[in-house]
């Protein structure tokens, strides 16, 4: 797919990986749809991007933000669609382990709503995370949503072609969900990365580039990417 003209919505556009999504969208020439619960945590809005505020869990927004942007031809989630919950699955707290999946339910709701408005040829992409494959200690739930994930897009994607849908699913990232600041962040980082084949934190434009090869790549679909710094090697 050559994106230039193309029209995009990215759900958690507003920053991290979403907003690096939409970045790289409007550089290449399509117009983009960034939406998110916070829609001011974008700030000023980067050329070629128009902000909306949408909460993926509210089908009856969904199904009106999509109806103002039909047709549209690229459509990214990486809404987490509310807390998550980490902790040892023995002392978890299990309101919390359902919450979690406020992110898987989230991402059907868009795929279900948004697919019927969607051009011909038009790609999908979610994001899951390196857990769902190789879970560490406390990750139980994220683990758990995130495979999830991705049996979905294996399973939806015959049902929806010619329409592709796929997944890209990060290693650690270095975005805004981590608040800590200087060295307390980068101490952070470099403990959670220290054994990793890539020794860092990845960052939010490096996801991004996954999800512009899924998005741009028509033989794509039904599969995972992992942007992870050798996270399942590790």
Known sequence: MNVSGKKAIVFGGTSGIGLATAKQLAALGATVVATSRNPEKIGEAPEGVTVAKCDVRDTAALEELFAEHAPFDILVSAATGGDRAFGPFLEMDMDGFKSSF????GYANVVRFGSQHMADGGAIVLVSGSPARKSKPGQSAISSVGGAVEAMVRAIAPEIAPLRINVVSPGQIDTPMVALKGNEREELY?????NHVIPRAGRAEE???GIMFAIQNDFVTGTTIDVDGGWLLS
């Open 102 to 105: 406020d992110k898987l339910w």
């Open 190 to 194: 470099r403990k959670m990365t220290e």
């Open 207 to 209: 996801v991004a580039q």
